[in-house]
């Protein structure tokens, strides 16, 4: 079936308010200042905890 009226932009927009794209969360290495996200290693040291801390040397093969 069709619909019998058409829907007006105002009422699609607003259906569709909650699509937007959220914008994500970073928070800064407490070792060496960079952005990462929560609860997960710094890229640039590896820092997760002052317990762990990962190692990330580069293999070159």
Request: glycine share 4%; proline share 7%.
């Amino acid at each position: 079936m069709l619909p019998t009226k058409k829907t007006s932009k105002s009422r699609t927009r607003t259906r569709r308010a909650h699509h937007r794209v959220k914008p994500v969360n970073y928070a800064i290495c407490k070792k060496c200042g960079q952005a990462k996200l929560p609860h997960a290693a710094c890229r640039n040291c590896g820092y997760v905890n002052p317990n762990i801390t990962l190692d990330l040397s580069k293999d070159e093969s």
